[in-house]
C-alpha cells in the first residue's frame, strides 16, 4: 500500500521552463490537494479537488494550474516557473467530510527556480 | 484574522520536562482538529485526531476547548526524538480543505 505518491521528488528548471508535478493516492479518497511549504510560511494550500471532475483554487493559486485526471491521480502544472516558485511542494488526499478523518501526504517535490 | 494560528518558538525544552501549546482558530463552525508531526524536510504525519472530550497518546494529551476555540498538545517527559514541528491543523465540514497553522517547532535539549 503505497498511500500517495508525488514525483519527481527533486526538479531545477529555469525560469521561464515548464513542468508538471505528478501525484496518485491508491486508497480511493475523494479530496485531493497541493500545498507548498516555504521557511516561516508554514503549509499554503494552492488548488485542491474535493471529487473527481471539480477543482478549487486555495490561497496561493496564481501561476499554477491542476489537473483532476481520475479519482486517483492529481496533478499540478507551472506553465512558466519564476524564482518566487522555489519552494517545497506536497500533495494530500484525505476523505473530509467524514468526522476525524485525517489526511496523507506524499513526500514532497523540492524544486528550484533559477 | 487567520483561520488558525501557532507561536511558532521554537520551544526549547530540556529532555524530560513538559512542553505545552495552543493553537487558536477563527471558525467557530470548526469541527475536527488534528496535530500533525513534521520533521525537517518530510512530509507531515498524523500525531492526533482531537476529540471534545480530550484525548492522551502515551506522553502526548490533546484538548479541545471550543467556547475559546483553541486546541493544546502536552508533551510530557520530553525525548530527544521528539524533536519536530507540530503543526494545528483545522477542517470546516463542507469547506472540503484542511487549513495549517505555521507549527510550533519544538527543540528538545539533551
Known amino acids: 500500500n503505497a498511500g500517495v505518491t508525488q514525483t519527481p521528488k527533486f526538479q531545477v528548471l529555469k525560469t521561464g521552463q515548464s513542468m508538471t508535478l505528478q501525484c496518485a493516492q491508491d486508497?480511493?479518497?475523494?479530496?485531493m490537494y497541493w500545498y507548498r511549504q516555504d521557511p516561516g510560511m508554514g503549509l499554503r494550500l494552492i488548488y485542491y479537488?474535493?471529487?473527481?471532475?471539480?477543482?478549487d483554487k486555495g490561497e496561493v493559486p496564481n501561476g499554477y494550474n491542476v489537473s483532476r485526471l481520475n479519482k486517483r491521480e492529481f496533478s499540478l502544472r507551472l506553465e512558466s516557473a519564476a524564482p518566487s516558485q522555489t519552494s517545497v511542494y506536497f500533495c494530500?488526499?484525505?476523505?473530509?467530510?467524514?468526522?476525524?478523518?485525517?489526511?496523507?501526504f506524499g513526500q514532497g517535490t523540492r524544486l528550484t527556480v533559477v | 484574522r487567520k483561520e488558525v494560528e501557532q507561536d511558532p518558538g521554537p520551544f526549547n525544552v530540556p529532555e524530560g520536562a513538559t512542553v505545552a501549546f495552543n493553537c487558536t482558530y477563527s471558525?467557530?463552525?470548526?469541527?475536527?482538529f488534528f496535530w500533525y508531526r513534521q520533521d525537517c524536510r518530510k512530509e507531515p504525519k498524523l500525531l492526533m485526531s482531537?476529540?471534545?472530550s480530550g484525548n492522551e497518546d502515551g506522553r502526548f494529551t490533546a484538548q479541545l476547548n471550543r467556547a475559546s476555540q483553541y486546541i493544546s498538545l502536552l508533551i510530557r517527559d520530553s525525548k530527544l526524538s521528539d524533536s519536530a514541528t507540530y503543526l494545528c491543523?483545522?477542517?470546516?465540514?463542507?469547506?472540503?480543505?484542511?487549513?495549517f497553522g505555521k507549527g510550533n517547532q519544538v527543540v528538545v535539549i539533551p
Open positions: 491543523v483545522v477542517n470546516v465540514y463542507g469547506n472540503n480543505r484542511l487549513a
Open positions: 486508497m480511493n479518497h475523494n479530496s
Open positions: 479537488s474535493a471529487s473527481e471532475g471539480t477543482t
Open positions: 494530500a488526499s484525505s476523505d473530509l467530510g467524514q468526522e476525524n478523518t485525517e489526511a496523507f
Open positions: 482531537v476529540y471534545s
Open positions: 471558525n467557530s463552525a470548526s469541527q475536527s
